[in-house]
């Protein structure tokens, strides 16, 4: 567990025709973000999710190639291999209504409106992920 100071708030638009974690990680770079949370709204023309087996230790990934609205999007930025590492899970609807979700690996950009909550403050060290034997993935090192 870390305490954060009350942080920087940023909005930015993501554009059309771009993946959303690139154009979320743009942000980042821009900004100099290297710890913080975010949410996103908006829709995508295309989205690819994942989902983790736990026993597998592996993602299985669906694509998606139809529109869908971004009914929330939600994440952290941290540190991996030296730069910063995006995790994203979103929450999508379909043209029928159907809600679809999971683990975000891409997405292609129809619209979509990002507000990021800065937490680099550089008086607390930065959230750095780490592998972790216990699940496979990539998990905040502890302190
Ligand atoms: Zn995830």
């Not at 743009?26 to 975010?38: I, L, N």
């Not at 023309?45 to 230790?57: C, I």
């Not at 930025?77 to 209504?97: K, M, N, T, W």
């Given at each position: 567990?870390?305490?954060?100071?009350?942080?920087?708030?940023?909005?930015?638009?993501?554009?059309?025709?771009?993946?959303?974690?690139?154009?979320?990680?743009?942000?980042?770079?821009?900004?100099?973000?290297?710890?913080?949370?975010?949410?996103?709204?908006?829709?995508?023309?295309?989205?690819?999710?994942?989902?983790?087996?736990?026993?597998?230790?592996?993602?299985?990934?669906?694509?998606?190639?139809?529109?869908?609205?971004?009914?929330?999007?939600?994440?952290?930025?941290?540190?991996?291999?030296?730069?910063?590492?995006?995790?994203?899970?979103?929450?999508?609807?379909?043209?029928?209504?159907?809600?679809?979700?999971?683990?975000?690996?891409?997405?292609?950009?129809?619209a979509a409106e990002l507000y990021m909550h800065d937490l680099s403050s550089g008086k607390v060290e930065d959230l750095v992920r780490i592998?972790?034997?216990?699940?496979?993935?990539?998990?905040?090192?502890?302190?």
């Amino acid at each position: 567990m870390r305490n954060y100071g009350e942080g920087r708030s940023i909005v930015a638009r993501l554009y059309h025709g771009s993946d959303i974690l690139d154009g979320i990680l743009s942000v980042t770079e821009a900004e100099g973000v290297s710890t913080g949370v975010f949410e996103a709204i908006g829709a995508l023309s295309s989205v690819e999710l994942g989902y983790y087996d736990q026993a597998g230790h592996k993602y299985k990934s669906k694509r998606i190639d139809r529109p869908v609205e971004i009914i929330s999007c939600i994440g952290n930025v941290s540190i991996r291999d030296e730069s910063p590492f995006i995790h994203a899970h979103a929450a999508l609807s379909d043209s029928d209504f159907n809600m679809i979700g999971g683990h975000l690996l891409g997405g292609m950009i129809f619209a979509a409106e990002l507000y990021m909550h800065d937490l680099s403050s550089g008086k607390v060290e930065d959230l750095v992920r780490i592998p972790d034997e216990q699940t496979g993935l990539h998990l905040w090192k502890g302190r």
